[in-house]
């Protein structure tokens, strides 16, 4: 039975066609009303009679029908329950499970209030396997105290490499020991204390460390060309001339060829009158000096026939061309010279000891110079020669003694090696803790 509206007029009996004009409902008998308040949702008071509002205007009394339009549906939803689930409990579980069934899609997971992000490395980073790698980051976050998180580093190479606290402001860092070559994805995942957690990664490559050759060894006939007054001194480094005049000697690495492209090379060397390397007091005017050279040929015996041909005093060994010749051949050479040339074959341009980059096999061309007083001290000197494309740079004692673009310059790689020479003068050669470093990124 349908509850009538609360205010209660005497009810009028209607005709059946009144009630069918009045719409849905079933037969029931019309009502009595002073305004639409006194009837049910869907009426509209007219002419003291509830009528269906469909037939009567929309627009009339907006705000009361909102309350009308509310009341009836409170009312009548547990009317329409009732009666399924009094004749059927099977059809009203599904019902219920259907409702409870939605309720956990609006539980969305937590988004965690605080972030973080890897300081260092970062991606593409390369380094050896001997550098000191350190993981840094950092979590951020509005009055989060940090200090009971946990940071969870591992690499796709290594596997876990440990689980860190952070400070209390999620700083964090943790030193990346004993990575192994190769591309690493770091993973970091952090994990605060109600267990909701971030992750974070960096891609980065380890190259191997490149081998220090340091001469300790007796040398391998057939890793090593040996020409002329070139040993390898019982000291463990090479000789390239000794101590006497009208020497040359030189010394190739068949072991490996360098590639063509950038490359580094790093050496130790020594020149000056004394036996052995270090301060030395019987400092006089010395010769010739040294040089490095990477010639471009295909094979050992076409090696050997351009070293056959290379002019030795102030050619250092490697002058073919120029003045020296007429060998067209793809070479570099980085010369230690402490013999000033001047109406010889060629005329050096300082008359000051200096390091050179010449290539091509002519030791007249400097394509660049550093004077160093120095040189020939009989110290040891520590070199790293870096080419990257047409850029040479030479670092002496750590100093950047060339840093400069050869116009045309194309490293071309080939064999390595060192020759020296001395004349109507002469110095000890030495050569030590020669390392050639493969280009390593990412
Ligand atoms: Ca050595
Ligand atoms: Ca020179
Ligand atoms: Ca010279």
Known sequence: MRIVSTLTLALLVATAGLLGACGTETLSPATACVIDNDCERGQACVDGLCTASSAVSDTSGSGDATETDTAPVEDTTPEDTAPVDSGSGADTTPVD????????????????????????????????TSSAITLTGQLTGDAIDFSTFDIAVASSINGSLGIIR???????????????????????????????????????GVCPDDSVIDFTADLDPAQWLVRGDTTRDPGGWLELTGLAPSRAGSIYYLGDTLAEGDVEINLRISTGAC?????????????????????????????????????NGGGLGYGVSGLYGDRVVDSFHIEFDTYYNRNDLHTDPTSVPHI????????????????????????????????????????????????????????????????????????????DDLQIVQSCSF
């Open 97 to 128: 499970t259907t409702v409870e069934d939605t309720t956990p899609i609006d539980t969305t997971p937590a988004e965690p209030t605080w972030t973080f992000a890897i300081t260092s490395p970062v991606d593409r980073d390369a380094f050896r």
């Open 166 to 204: 952070p400070d209390a402001a999620g700083a964090f860092s943790l030193p990346l020991i004993g990575l192994r070559p190769g591309r690493h994805t770091l993973s970091v995942r952090a994990v605060a204390p109600d267990s909701l957690e971030r992750t974070a990664s960096v891609v980065f």
């Open 275 to 311: 036996p052995t390397p270090g301060p030395c007091s019987s400092f006089t005017e010395g010769a010739d000096g040294f040089a490095m050279n990477i010639w471009s040929v295909a094979s050992v015996p076409e090696l050997e026939g351009i070293l056959d041909l290379a002019a």
């Open 356 to 431: 050179g980059i010449t290539q091509n096999g002519d030791p007249e061309n400097h394509l660049v110079y550093y004077e160093s007083a120095s040189l020939e001290n009989n110290q040891w000197h520590d070199i790293t020669l870096s080419i990257q494309g047409a850029r040479v740079r030479v670092m002496y004692d750590g100093t950047m003694a060339i840093d400069q673009d050869i116009p045309g310059l194309s490293f071309k790689g080939g064999f390595l090696g060192f020759s020296g020479s001395t004349g109507y003068y002469y110095n000890y050669h030495r050569i």
